[in-house]
């Protein structure tokens, strides 16, 4: 058992989906949860209640005791932002790889192309990484990148301002450029259920300023583009997250991926993780 990796919130169930009770896994362990909003449960194989939180359209659980709140968003309660549930998406992959997978910006290109990238722009220019030890987040700044369709709203290419945040292990953020509202973020935000070390739950939700899309356009323009990325994730080799360097070569366009790496490292998260023994 993984005692860092009890000690942490996880999203197992979108909110709004949960009609009957029902079995999941969550750290190779089965758990189950039902209820209405406002009275939701969850509890694990032998009977015990588990703490729930129900936030940013999802129902979230932890086996273990967190030493903190589950992170905040405060553009959630931004008036005239509109919150979609995506859905969920079930990846063969480490839940760490899941998330680092979506810290990766050079990937734009050649797997969503003509949509979040394309050639010739291929270049990630250089830009800043920090671990915040004050909140234990790491946060990704001034990232810019040209984007055909930078989002369902979008009508032509921009270069896209990004911010990325990892907000816990199996969570992370990326504030963007709005294209209806120059100035303002769009947050999209990828939520990871590990269901075992090699096989994980996605849980995408964004928050955003877009007042002429239809939702379903919304939720499956995101779901389009994860789904680009799944056949990636499925055929990643090793299947755990490697932690150690050396093990994978890093380039300028992977300083995120580099501080999360050593960051669940620090924190001693190691469950979807490859490590060499000493």
């Known amino acids: 058992m993984n005692n860092s990796a009890d000690n942490h919130w996880y999203p ?21 949860l039902g209820g209405t909003s406002g009275n939701f449960w969850v509890r694990d194989s032998e009977g015990r209640d588990l703490p729930v939180i129900e936030k940013y359209g999802h129902l979230w659980t932890s086996p273990g005791k967190p030493n903190r709140d589950l992170f905040d968003i405060p553009e959630a309660d931004d008036v005239g932002r509109r919150l979609v549930d995506v859905g969920s998406v079930r990846v063969k992959c480490s839940p760490l790889r899941a998330v680092e997978n979506f810290l990766d910006i050079a990937h734009f290109p050649f797997v969503h192309t003509d949509i979040l990238g394309a050639e010739p722009h291929t270049e990630v ?11 234990d987040e790491i946060w990704a700044t001034k990232v810019k990148f040209f984007q055909p369709q930078a989002a369902k709203s979008a009508g032509g290419g921009i270069i896209t301002d990004y911010k ?20 303002e973020w769009d947050v999209i935000t990828l939520f990871v259920q590990p269901l075992t070390e090699e096989l994980c739950e996605v849980w995408p939700w964004m928050a955003l300023y877009d007042d002429d899309a239809e939702m379903a356009d919304l939720v499956s323009f995101q779901q389009m583009i994860f789904m680009q990325d799944r056949s990636i994730l ?10 150690d360097p050396g093990l994978e070569a890093p380039t300028q366009a992977d300083l995120t991926s580099v501080a999360y790496r050593r960051w669940l490292k620090k924190i001693g998260y190691s469950y979807g993780a490859q490590v060499v023994a000493a």
């Open 12 to 32: 197992v169930a979108m909110c709004s989906g949960i009609d009957d009770p029902r079995e999941t896994q969550l750290l190779g362990r089965k758990i189950s």
């Open 234 to 243: 499925e055929n990643q080799i090793p299947r755990k997250l490697p932690l």
């Open 164 to 183: 990325y945040r990892v907000a816990a292990p199996t969570c992370a953020v990326l504030y963007k450029t709005s294209p209806p509202r120059p100035g």
């Open 125 to 135: 220019e250089r830009y800043d990484v920090k671990i915040h030890e004050d909140v």
